[in-house]
């Protein structure tokens, strides 16, 4: 296992946190961003939350990662 494919599944980890829906997935769990948006952000709910409504704000910047990827995976085999 190489430093490649550990940042091909952080990627694909980050993949997963970006399309999760907040008002389908995470506020029938009691994790919409509302909820968080007080004092609860240092426990660890909240940090994960921050982290997964982190992952959705930077979408484009996902879609230029998962480019190069795809392109490299091409260019070497």
Known sequence: MGLWTLLE???LLANALAILN???F???RG???SEFSGGKTKSFKGQLFGL???T???RLPLILL???CIFV???SG
């Open 9 to 11: 599944g952080l990627l």
């Open 22 to 24: 907040e008002d389908r």
């Open 26 to 28: 995470l506020a029938p």
């Open 31 to 33: 994790w919409s961003f």
């Open 52 to 54: 997964i409504y982190a």
């Open 56 to 58: 959705q704000y930077l």
């Open 66 to 68: 998962n480019s190069i």
């Open 73 to 75: 995976k091409l260019v």
